[in-house]
Protein backbone atom coordinates (compact mmCIF):
# COMPACT_ATOMS: atom_id res chain seq x y z
CA UNK A 1 0.00 0.00 0.00
CA UNK A 2 1.25 3.54 -0.39
CA UNK A 3 -0.11 6.75 1.70
CA UNK A 4 0.41 9.96 0.32
CA UNK A 5 -0.24 12.86 3.00
CA UNK A 6 -0.89 16.18 1.77
CA UNK A 7 1.92 16.53 -0.50
CA UNK A 8 3.46 20.39 -2.08
CA UNK A 9 5.80 20.39 -4.81
CA UNK A 10 6.86 23.96 -6.26
CA UNK A 11 9.25 24.86 -8.91
CA UNK A 12 10.05 28.27 -8.79
CA UNK A 13 7.30 30.10 -8.36
CA UNK A 14 4.61 27.79 -9.38
CA UNK A 15 3.24 25.45 -7.42
CA UNK A 16 2.34 22.00 -8.88
CA UNK A 17 1.11 19.91 -6.23
CA UNK A 18 -1.33 22.18 -3.52
CA UNK A 19 -1.46 19.33 -1.06
CA UNK A 20 -2.42 15.92 -2.61
CA UNK A 21 -3.51 12.82 -0.21
CA UNK A 22 -4.43 9.29 -1.76
CA UNK A 23 -4.29 6.06 -0.62
CA UNK A 24 -3.31 3.41 -3.29
CA UNK A 25 -4.02 -0.19 -2.68
CA UNK A 26 -2.38 -3.62 -3.15
CA UNK A 27 -3.57 -5.58 -5.67
CA UNK A 28 -5.73 -2.67 -7.40
CA UNK A 29 -5.21 -0.65 -10.58
CA UNK A 30 -5.18 2.71 -9.45
CA UNK A 31 -5.40 5.41 -12.32
CA UNK A 32 -3.96 9.00 -11.94
CA UNK A 33 -6.30 10.84 -14.83
CA UNK A 34 -6.14 14.72 -15.56
CA UNK A 35 -5.71 17.19 -18.14
CA UNK A 36 -1.93 18.14 -19.60
CA UNK A 37 -0.53 20.60 -16.90
CA UNK A 38 -2.30 19.32 -13.72
CA UNK A 39 0.66 17.66 -12.11
CA UNK A 40 -0.06 13.75 -12.91
CA UNK A 41 3.69 13.75 -13.83
CA UNK A 42 5.32 15.64 -10.69
CA UNK A 43 3.16 13.17 -8.71
CA UNK A 44 4.50 9.95 -10.15
CA UNK A 45 7.89 11.56 -10.02
CA UNK A 46 7.12 12.29 -6.00
CA UNK A 47 5.84 8.74 -5.48
CA UNK A 48 9.05 7.99 -7.49
CA UNK A 49 11.39 9.33 -5.45
CA UNK A 50 12.89 11.34 -8.32
CA UNK A 51 11.94 14.44 -7.36
CA UNK A 52 11.49 15.63 -3.72
CA UNK A 53 8.58 17.70 -2.26
CA UNK A 54 8.52 20.49 0.02
CA UNK A 55 5.49 19.27 2.48
CA UNK A 56 3.71 16.25 3.34
CA UNK A 57 5.10 12.51 3.37
CA UNK A 58 4.92 9.16 0.96
CA UNK A 59 4.84 5.70 2.52
CA UNK A 60 5.28 2.87 1.34
CA UNK A 61 4.26 0.04 3.55
CA UNK A 62 4.19 2.27 6.91
CA UNK A 63 7.74 3.52 6.13
CA UNK A 64 8.13 7.15 4.89
CA UNK A 65 10.30 7.19 1.46
CA UNK A 66 12.11 10.71 2.13
CA UNK A 67 13.28 9.10 5.63
CA UNK A 68 15.38 6.31 4.48
CA UNK A 69 18.91 5.75 4.68
CA UNK A 70 20.63 5.72 1.28
CA UNK A 71 20.93 1.77 1.45
CA UNK A 72 17.01 1.23 2.47
CA UNK A 73 16.65 3.63 -0.31
CA UNK A 74 17.97 1.41 -2.78
CA UNK A 75 16.63 -1.69 -1.25
CA UNK A 76 13.08 0.30 -1.91
CA UNK A 77 13.75 0.83 -5.40
CA UNK A 78 14.45 -2.71 -5.85
CA UNK A 79 10.51 -3.40 -4.86
CA UNK A 80 9.80 -1.03 -7.47
CA UNK A 81 8.97 -1.64 -11.11
CA UNK A 82 8.48 1.35 -13.82
CA UNK A 83 6.95 1.07 -17.22
CA UNK A 84 7.90 4.49 -18.97
CA UNK A 85 6.00 6.48 -21.44
CA UNK A 86 8.55 5.90 -24.50
CA UNK A 87 9.56 2.40 -22.84
CA UNK A 88 12.94 3.63 -22.30
CA UNK A 89 14.58 0.03 -22.99
CA UNK A 90 18.04 0.39 -23.07
CA UNK A 91 19.43 0.44 -27.10
CA UNK A 92 22.38 -1.59 -27.04
CA UNK A 93 20.91 -4.54 -24.77
CA UNK A 94 18.47 -7.27 -26.36
CA UNK A 95 15.38 -7.87 -25.44
CA UNK A 96 16.06 -10.69 -23.24
CA UNK A 97 19.13 -8.44 -21.74
CA UNK A 98 16.88 -6.12 -21.22
CA UNK A 99 14.56 -8.23 -19.09
CA UNK A 100 17.38 -9.44 -17.14
CA UNK A 101 18.68 -6.46 -16.06
CA UNK A 102 17.11 -5.97 -12.92
CA UNK A 103 17.87 -9.08 -12.01
CA UNK A 104 21.87 -8.51 -12.92
CA UNK A 105 21.67 -5.45 -10.81
CA UNK A 106 20.05 -6.56 -7.30
CA UNK A 107 19.98 -10.60 -7.54
CA UNK A 108 23.06 -12.84 -6.91
CA UNK A 109 21.09 -15.31 -9.70
CA UNK A 110 23.50 -17.63 -11.78
CA UNK A 111 23.31 -16.26 -15.62
CA UNK A 112 21.13 -19.30 -16.59
CA UNK A 113 19.06 -18.76 -13.37
CA UNK A 114 18.28 -15.18 -14.70
CA UNK A 115 17.90 -16.19 -18.27
CA UNK A 116 14.86 -18.97 -17.37
CA UNK A 117 13.66 -16.18 -15.31
CA UNK A 118 13.65 -13.59 -17.78
CA UNK A 119 12.02 -15.81 -20.47
CA UNK A 120 9.18 -17.19 -18.07
CA UNK A 121 7.83 -13.07 -18.11
CA UNK A 122 8.76 -13.00 -21.61
CA UNK A 123 6.11 -15.94 -22.34
CA UNK A 124 3.67 -14.17 -19.66
CA UNK A 125 3.49 -11.07 -21.97
CA UNK A 126 3.50 -13.06 -25.13
CA UNK A 127 7.12 -12.82 -26.26
CA UNK A 128 8.55 -15.32 -26.19
CA UNK A 129 10.35 -15.93 -29.64
CA UNK A 130 11.96 -11.78 -29.17
CA UNK A 131 14.08 -12.51 -26.40
CA UNK A 132 16.99 -11.78 -29.15
CA UNK A 133 15.95 -9.15 -31.28
CA UNK A 134 17.15 -5.42 -30.28
CA UNK A 135 14.62 -2.97 -29.30
CA UNK A 136 14.68 -0.97 -32.20
CA UNK A 137 13.78 -4.24 -34.13
CA UNK A 138 10.20 -4.90 -32.11
CA UNK A 139 7.07 -2.39 -32.75
CA UNK A 140 5.83 0.32 -30.28
CA UNK A 141 3.63 -2.29 -28.40
CA UNK A 142 6.15 -5.20 -27.92
CA UNK A 143 8.23 -2.64 -26.66
CA UNK A 144 5.87 -1.56 -24.22
CA UNK A 145 5.22 -5.64 -23.03
CA UNK A 146 9.21 -5.93 -22.82
CA UNK A 147 9.10 -2.97 -20.62
CA UNK A 148 6.09 -4.20 -18.64
CA UNK A 149 8.57 -7.57 -18.30
CA UNK A 150 11.17 -5.66 -16.84
CA UNK A 151 9.18 -4.18 -14.96
CA UNK A 152 7.54 -7.19 -13.01
CA UNK A 153 10.80 -9.30 -13.58
CA UNK A 154 11.94 -9.17 -9.75
CA UNK A 155 8.70 -9.03 -8.57
CA UNK A 156 8.17 -5.78 -7.25
CA UNK A 157 5.47 -4.62 -4.99
CA UNK A 158 4.79 -1.53 -6.57
CA UNK A 159 4.94 -1.11 -10.21
CA UNK A 160 4.23 2.61 -11.74
CA UNK A 161 3.43 3.41 -15.58
CA UNK A 162 3.46 6.11 -17.41
CA UNK A 163 0.81 6.68 -19.96
CA UNK A 164 1.58 2.67 -20.81
CA UNK A 165 -0.39 2.98 -24.14
CA UNK A 166 0.66 5.95 -25.43
CA UNK A 167 1.01 6.03 -29.41
CA UNK A 168 -0.45 2.67 -29.31
CA UNK A 169 -3.50 1.26 -31.72
CA UNK A 170 -6.40 0.82 -29.55
CA UNK A 171 -6.15 -2.67 -29.85
CA UNK A 172 -3.23 -3.20 -28.87
CA UNK A 173 -3.47 -0.42 -25.82
CA UNK A 174 -6.35 -2.80 -24.44
CA UNK A 175 -4.03 -5.58 -24.79
CA UNK A 176 -1.51 -3.55 -23.12
CA UNK A 177 -4.15 -2.28 -19.92
CA UNK A 178 -6.20 -6.10 -19.35
CA UNK A 179 -2.08 -7.38 -19.04
CA UNK A 180 -0.76 -4.86 -16.28
CA UNK A 181 -4.36 -5.21 -14.89
CA UNK A 182 -4.14 -9.06 -14.91
CA UNK A 183 -0.75 -8.80 -13.53
CA UNK A 184 -1.38 -6.32 -10.67
CA UNK A 185 -4.03 -9.05 -9.70
CA UNK A 186 -1.99 -11.92 -10.12
CA UNK A 187 0.94 -10.98 -8.03
CA UNK A 188 -0.62 -8.83 -5.77
CA UNK A 189 1.69 -5.85 -7.12
CA UNK A 190 0.50 -2.06 -5.85
CA UNK A 191 0.05 -0.59 -9.64
CA UNK A 192 -0.23 3.12 -10.33
CA UNK A 193 -1.06 4.36 -13.54
CA UNK A 194 -0.39 7.59 -15.05
CA UNK A 195 -2.67 8.00 -18.21
CA UNK A 196 -4.87 10.27 -20.23
CA UNK A 197 -6.80 7.17 -22.35
CA UNK A 198 -10.72 6.96 -21.06
CA UNK A 199 -10.58 3.43 -22.52
CA UNK A 200 -7.82 2.49 -19.77
CA UNK A 201 -10.33 4.17 -17.17
CA UNK A 202 -13.12 2.29 -18.56
CA UNK A 203 -11.34 -1.32 -18.88
CA UNK A 204 -9.03 -0.98 -15.87
CA UNK A 205 -10.03 1.83 -13.14
CA UNK A 206 -10.38 0.22 -9.75
CA UNK A 207 -9.70 3.14 -8.48
CA UNK A 208 -9.27 6.40 -9.95
CA UNK A 209 -7.79 9.64 -8.40
CA UNK A 210 -8.62 13.05 -11.15
CA UNK A 211 -6.08 16.22 -10.76
CA UNK A 212 -7.21 19.15 -12.10
CA UNK A 213 -4.47 22.37 -11.30
CA UNK A 214 -2.50 20.60 -8.65
CA UNK A 215 -5.43 19.39 -6.47
CA UNK A 216 -7.41 16.34 -6.35
CA UNK A 217 -10.80 17.30 -7.93
CA UNK A 218 -12.44 13.87 -7.52
CA UNK A 219 -12.12 10.24 -6.95
CA UNK A 220 -13.96 6.82 -7.56
CA UNK A 221 -13.62 3.92 -9.77
CA UNK A 222 -14.31 2.78 -13.49
CA UNK A 223 -18.08 1.95 -11.97
CA UNK A 224 -18.51 5.35 -10.49
CA UNK A 225 -16.86 7.75 -12.83
CA UNK A 226 -19.78 7.88 -15.60
CA UNK A 227 -22.03 8.73 -13.06
CA UNK A 228 -20.89 11.49 -11.04
CA UNK A 229 -22.29 15.09 -11.00
CA UNK A 230 -18.68 16.30 -10.81
CA UNK A 231 -18.60 19.00 -13.59
CA UNK A 232 -15.02 19.11 -13.95
CA UNK A 233 -14.62 15.26 -14.18
CA UNK A 234 -17.75 15.08 -16.57
CA UNK A 235 -16.14 17.67 -18.69
CA UNK A 236 -13.03 16.25 -18.85
CA UNK A 237 -14.66 12.81 -19.26
CA UNK A 238 -16.74 13.65 -21.88
CA UNK A 239 -14.40 15.54 -24.26
CA UNK A 240 -15.19 13.03 -26.56
CA UNK A 241 -17.93 12.66 -28.93
CA UNK A 242 -17.77 8.80 -28.36
CA UNK A 243 -17.89 9.13 -24.92
CA UNK A 244 -20.59 11.79 -24.86
CA UNK A 245 -23.01 9.03 -26.94
CA UNK A 246 -21.76 6.52 -24.28
CA UNK A 247 -23.15 8.72 -21.48
CA UNK A 248 -26.64 9.13 -23.46
CA UNK A 249 -26.63 5.73 -23.61
CA UNK A 250 -26.33 5.19 -20.63
CA UNK A 251 -28.85 7.58 -19.04
CA UNK A 252 -31.13 6.22 -21.84
CA UNK A 253 -30.55 2.83 -20.37
CA UNK A 254 -30.90 3.88 -16.65
CA UNK A 255 -34.47 5.85 -17.69
CA UNK B 1 26.53 32.93 -14.14
CA UNK B 2 25.25 30.40 -16.36
CA UNK B 3 29.22 29.46 -16.72
CA UNK B 4 29.80 29.38 -13.05
CA UNK B 5 26.86 27.37 -12.20
CA UNK B 6 27.78 24.81 -15.32
CA UNK B 7 31.10 24.56 -13.65
CA UNK B 8 30.02 23.88 -10.51
CA UNK B 9 27.44 21.21 -11.65
CA UNK B 10 30.58 19.44 -13.41
CA UNK B 11 32.60 19.29 -10.47
CA UNK B 12 29.60 18.16 -8.26
CA UNK B 13 28.95 14.91 -11.44
CA UNK B 14 32.84 14.30 -11.06
CA UNK B 15 32.21 13.65 -7.26
CA UNK B 16 29.00 12.07 -7.67
CA UNK B 17 30.58 9.64 -10.14
CA UNK B 18 32.22 7.69 -7.39
CA UNK B 19 29.85 6.95 -5.32
CA UNK B 20 27.33 3.96 -5.00
CA UNK B 21 29.16 1.81 -6.97
CA UNK B 22 27.69 -0.58 -10.00
CA UNK B 23 27.94 -3.94 -9.10
CA UNK B 24 31.48 -5.83 -10.31
CA UNK B 25 30.36 -8.21 -12.68
CA UNK B 26 28.26 -5.15 -14.64
CA UNK B 27 30.90 -2.97 -14.26
CA UNK B 28 33.47 -4.93 -15.77
CA UNK B 29 31.29 -5.64 -19.00
CA UNK B 30 30.76 -1.85 -19.71
CA UNK B 31 34.56 -0.85 -19.22
CA UNK B 32 35.61 -3.63 -21.75
CA UNK B 33 32.92 -2.49 -24.13
CA UNK B 34 33.84 1.03 -23.89
CA UNK B 35 37.49 0.43 -24.00
CA UNK B 36 36.34 -1.37 -27.07
CA UNK B 37 34.13 1.66 -28.53
CA UNK B 38 36.84 4.02 -27.35
CA UNK B 39 40.03 2.96 -27.67
CA UNK B 40 39.89 0.21 -30.11
CA UNK B 41 37.50 1.91 -32.32
CA UNK B 42 39.82 5.23 -32.30
CA UNK B 43 42.94 3.08 -33.42
CA UNK B 44 42.17 3.17 -37.03
CA UNK B 45 41.48 6.79 -37.66
CA UNK B 46 44.23 7.94 -34.87
CA UNK B 47 47.21 5.87 -37.65
CA UNK B 48 45.52 7.12 -40.57
CA UNK B 49 46.12 10.95 -39.85
CA UNK B 50 49.38 10.19 -37.49
CA UNK B 51 51.08 8.91 -40.20
CA UNK B 52 49.92 11.16 -43.01
CA UNK B 53 50.47 14.67 -40.91
CA UNK B 54 53.66 12.98 -39.94
CA UNK B 55 54.44 13.03 -43.49
CA UNK B 56 53.45 16.83 -43.58
CA UNK B 57 55.04 18.35 -40.83
CA UNK B 58 58.71 16.91 -42.30
CA UNK B 59 57.61 17.80 -45.73
CA UNK B 60 57.16 21.38 -44.92
CA UNK B 61 60.56 21.53 -42.53
CA UNK B 62 62.37 20.19 -45.39
CA UNK B 63 60.71 22.35 -47.99
CA UNK B 64 61.51 25.82 -45.26
CA UNK B 65 65.23 25.10 -45.04
CA UNK B 66 67.00 26.72 -47.76
CA UNK B 67 70.21 27.63 -46.33
CA UNK B 68 72.80 25.13 -46.86
CA UNK B 69 74.80 26.20 -43.79
CA UNK B 70 71.69 24.26 -41.39
CA UNK B 71 72.36 20.46 -41.46
CA UNK B 72 69.94 17.95 -42.89
CA UNK B 73 69.57 15.91 -39.22
CA UNK B 74 67.20 19.47 -38.50
CA UNK B 75 64.12 17.43 -40.72
CA UNK B 76 64.49 14.09 -38.36
CA UNK B 77 65.29 16.58 -35.15
CA UNK B 78 62.07 19.26 -35.71
CA UNK B 79 59.80 16.09 -36.85
CA UNK B 80 60.25 14.28 -33.56
CA UNK B 81 59.97 17.54 -32.02
CA UNK B 82 56.76 18.63 -33.06
CA UNK B 83 54.84 15.06 -33.09
CA UNK B 84 56.35 13.74 -29.93
CA UNK B 85 55.47 16.90 -27.87
CA UNK B 86 52.63 18.86 -29.55
CA UNK B 87 50.97 17.09 -32.54
CA UNK B 88 50.68 12.85 -30.94
CA UNK B 89 49.10 14.27 -27.50
CA UNK B 90 47.30 17.90 -28.01
CA UNK B 91 46.18 18.06 -31.72
CA UNK B 92 45.26 14.32 -31.47
CA UNK B 93 43.40 15.06 -28.74
CA UNK B 94 41.15 17.67 -30.83
CA UNK B 95 40.33 15.28 -33.00
CA UNK B 96 39.66 12.93 -30.58
CA UNK B 97 37.23 15.44 -29.31
CA UNK B 98 35.48 15.55 -31.95
CA UNK B 99 35.08 11.56 -32.74
CA UNK B 100 35.22 10.22 -29.40
CA UNK B 101 33.38 13.47 -27.27
CA UNK B 102 30.47 13.50 -29.89
CA UNK B 103 29.66 10.09 -29.12
CA UNK B 104 30.24 10.03 -25.55
CA UNK B 105 27.55 13.02 -25.73
CA UNK B 106 25.01 11.94 -28.58
CA UNK B 107 25.21 8.25 -27.00
CA UNK B 108 24.69 9.63 -22.85
CA UNK B 109 22.23 12.50 -24.73
CA UNK B 110 20.00 9.91 -26.16
CA UNK B 111 19.47 7.88 -23.13
CA UNK B 112 18.41 10.86 -21.00
CA UNK B 113 16.17 11.74 -24.15
CA UNK B 114 14.11 8.52 -24.24
CA UNK B 115 14.08 8.48 -20.54
CA UNK B 116 17.03 5.19 -20.26
CA UNK B 117 18.76 7.71 -17.46
CA UNK B 118 15.52 8.23 -15.53
CA UNK B 119 15.23 3.88 -16.06
CA UNK B 120 18.34 3.88 -14.06
CA UNK B 121 17.44 6.36 -11.31
CA UNK B 122 14.44 4.60 -10.90
CA UNK B 123 15.95 0.91 -9.91
CA UNK B 124 18.12 2.73 -7.39
CA UNK B 125 21.41 2.73 -9.77
CA UNK B 126 24.11 5.54 -9.89
CA UNK B 127 23.19 6.49 -13.08
CA UNK B 128 27.03 8.53 -13.35
CA UNK B 129 28.58 6.08 -11.74
CA UNK B 130 27.35 3.64 -14.38
CA UNK B 131 27.37 5.68 -17.82
CA UNK B 132 30.54 8.01 -16.88
CA UNK B 133 32.93 5.83 -14.80
CA UNK B 134 33.37 2.74 -17.18
CA UNK B 135 33.96 5.46 -20.15
CA UNK B 136 36.97 7.22 -17.31
CA UNK B 137 38.60 3.91 -17.02
CA UNK B 138 38.90 3.33 -20.71
CA UNK B 139 40.39 6.28 -21.49
CA UNK B 140 42.94 5.59 -19.10
CA UNK B 141 44.07 3.58 -22.17
CA UNK B 142 44.57 6.86 -24.13
CA UNK B 143 47.97 6.80 -23.80
CA UNK B 144 48.25 3.61 -25.46
CA UNK B 145 46.33 5.42 -28.77
CA UNK B 146 48.72 8.37 -28.69
CA UNK B 147 51.88 6.26 -28.43
CA UNK B 148 50.62 4.71 -31.74
CA UNK B 149 50.44 8.48 -32.79
CA UNK B 150 53.90 9.40 -31.97
CA UNK B 151 55.49 5.83 -33.58
CA UNK B 152 53.41 6.44 -36.99
CA UNK B 153 53.89 9.86 -37.05
CA UNK B 154 57.67 9.91 -36.60
CA UNK B 155 57.37 6.75 -39.46
CA UNK B 156 55.08 8.52 -41.78
CA UNK B 157 57.83 11.35 -41.39
CA UNK B 158 60.61 9.03 -42.18
CA UNK B 159 59.06 7.71 -45.38
CA UNK B 160 57.88 11.14 -46.85
CA UNK B 161 61.39 11.93 -46.92
CA UNK B 162 63.10 8.76 -48.30
CA UNK B 163 60.28 9.26 -51.05
CA UNK B 164 60.31 12.65 -51.46
CA UNK B 165 64.39 12.66 -51.24
CA UNK B 166 64.88 15.67 -48.57
CA UNK B 167 67.64 13.87 -46.71
CA UNK B 168 69.09 10.29 -46.00
CA UNK B 169 67.76 7.60 -44.06
CA UNK B 170 70.90 8.31 -41.98
CA UNK B 171 70.23 12.15 -41.65
CA UNK B 172 66.80 11.54 -40.20
CA UNK B 173 67.08 8.84 -38.17
CA UNK B 174 70.42 10.71 -36.71
CA UNK B 175 68.09 14.06 -36.58
CA UNK B 176 65.36 12.11 -34.42
CA UNK B 177 68.04 10.85 -31.96
CA UNK B 178 69.85 14.31 -31.21
CA UNK B 179 69.47 15.52 -27.91
CA UNK B 180 67.07 13.48 -26.89
CA UNK B 181 65.20 14.44 -23.54
CA UNK B 182 63.36 11.66 -21.84
CA UNK B 183 61.48 14.08 -19.98
CA UNK B 184 59.75 15.24 -23.07
CA UNK B 185 57.78 11.44 -23.29
CA UNK B 186 57.16 12.40 -19.66
CA UNK B 187 55.57 15.47 -19.81
CA UNK B 188 53.42 14.28 -23.11
CA UNK B 189 52.25 11.62 -21.17
CA UNK B 190 51.26 13.63 -18.78
CA UNK B 191 49.06 16.07 -20.68
CA UNK B 192 47.97 12.75 -22.55
CA UNK B 193 46.74 11.63 -19.01
CA UNK B 194 45.39 14.79 -18.50
CA UNK B 195 43.31 14.86 -21.91
CA UNK B 196 42.07 11.88 -21.47
CA UNK B 197 40.35 12.97 -18.00
CA UNK B 198 38.97 15.92 -19.94
CA UNK B 199 38.04 13.64 -22.92
CA UNK B 200 35.82 11.66 -21.01
CA UNK B 201 34.15 13.67 -18.13
CA UNK B 202 32.98 16.99 -20.51
CA UNK B 203 31.61 15.07 -23.13
CA UNK B 204 29.93 13.03 -20.15
CA UNK B 205 28.49 16.14 -18.72
CA UNK B 206 26.97 17.40 -22.37
CA UNK B 207 25.00 14.71 -22.67
CA UNK B 208 23.64 14.35 -18.68
CA UNK B 209 22.43 17.13 -17.84
CA UNK B 210 21.09 17.99 -21.52
CA UNK B 211 17.18 19.07 -21.99
CA UNK B 212 15.11 18.64 -24.95
CA UNK B 213 14.74 16.21 -27.57
CA UNK B 214 16.95 14.97 -30.39
CA UNK B 215 17.71 18.38 -31.48
CA UNK B 216 19.05 19.11 -28.42
CA UNK B 217 21.58 16.09 -28.69
CA UNK B 218 23.11 17.59 -31.94
CA UNK B 219 23.65 20.88 -30.41
CA UNK B 220 25.19 19.39 -27.26
CA UNK B 221 27.55 17.26 -29.25
CA UNK B 222 28.75 20.23 -30.81
CA UNK B 223 28.69 21.87 -27.60
CA UNK B 224 30.75 19.58 -26.11
CA UNK B 225 33.18 19.21 -28.85
CA UNK B 226 34.00 23.60 -28.45
CA UNK B 227 34.56 22.92 -24.37
CA UNK B 228 36.26 19.86 -24.87
CA UNK B 229 38.74 21.55 -27.18
CA UNK B 230 38.61 24.93 -25.27
CA UNK B 231 39.46 23.21 -21.90
CA UNK B 232 42.98 20.93 -23.84
CA UNK B 233 44.47 24.15 -25.28
CA UNK B 234 44.01 26.12 -21.60
CA UNK B 235 45.54 22.45 -20.17
CA UNK B 236 48.11 22.95 -22.83
CA UNK B 237 49.08 25.77 -22.42
CA UNK B 238 49.51 25.40 -18.62
CA UNK B 239 50.96 22.18 -18.47
CA UNK B 240 53.91 23.38 -20.73
CA UNK B 241 53.61 26.33 -18.44
CA UNK B 242 54.16 24.24 -15.36
CA UNK B 243 56.42 21.22 -16.97
CA UNK B 244 58.92 23.10 -19.67
CA UNK B 245 59.55 26.63 -18.39
Request: glycine share 8%.
Amino acid sequence: MIEVKNLHKSFGEAHILKGISATFHQGQTNLIIGQSGSGKSVFLKCLLGLYSYEQGSIEYNGEIFADLSEDKKRDMRAKIGMVFQGSALFDSLTIEENVMFPLRMFTKLKKDEMRDRANIVLKRVNLEDAHNKMPSEASGGMQKRVAIARAIVNNPKYLFCDEPNSGLDPKTAIVIDNLIHEITEEYKITTVINTHDMNSVMEIGDHIMFLKDGLKAWEGSKDTIFRTDNEVVTDFVYSSNLFKKVREAIIKENK
Amino acid sequence: MQYLHNIGTYFLMIIELFRKPTKWSVMRELILKDIDDLIIGSIGIVAFIAFFVGGVVTIQTALNIDNPLIPKELIGFATRQSILLEFAPTFMSIIMAGKVGSFITSSIGTMRVTEQIDALEVMGINSLNYLVFPKLVAMAFYPFVISIAMFLGVIGGLMACIYGGYASVDDFITGIQQEFEPFHIVYAFIKTFLFAFVLATIPSFHGYYMKGGALEVGKASTTSFVWTSVAIIIINYLATQLLLS
